[in-house]
Nanobody
Framework: QVQLVESGGGSVQAGGSLRLACTVSGKTYRRACMAWWRQTPGNERDWVAAIWTEGESTYYAESVKGRFTISHDSAKNTVYLQMTSLKPEDTAMYFC????????????????????WGKGTQVTVSS
């Protein structure tokens, strides 16, 4: 059974940094689209960043561009989200998602195109 397990969330002051990790287990893959999404209570889940594991093209939401970096370590089957210059508005539950079936089209980020999701890790940024 394929699983995505997130780690690295926590509490930090504004301006600080955190690195999230998402490890894939139960599946061997070469090409996938891995992404991070985030959600605050009462709101829809928002796409944050994505990377294609083959070629390593990366994409970012405007709200995090220049502050967040997504990367992938194929040897560890792990995708990372390095978050710097954190702001209180970055506070959310962060979810890792994977498209192993080639459904995602760059620039069109829909939850339904991601076939596997993690359970999330909380990030809290205080002012």
């Amino acid at each position: 059974q394929v699983q995505l397990v997130e780690s690295g969330g926590g509490s930090v002051q504004a301006g600080g940094s955190l690195r999230l990790a998402c490890t894939v287990s139960g599946k061997t893959y070469r090409r996938a689209c891995m992404a991070w999404w985030r959600q605050t209570p009462g709101n829809e889940r928002d796409w944050v960043a994505a990377i294609w594991t083959e070629g390593e093209s990366t994409y970012y939401a405007e709200s995090v561009k220049g502050r967040f970096t997504i990367s992938h370590d194929s040897a560890k089957n792990t995708v990372y989200l390095q978050m710097t210059s954190l702001k209180p508005e970055d506070t959310a539950m962060y979810f890792c998602a994977a498209d192993f079936n080639g459904q995602v089209v760059a620039g069109s980020w829909y939850e339904i195109h991601f076939d596997t999701w993690g359970k999330g890790t909380q990030v809290t940024v205080s002012s």
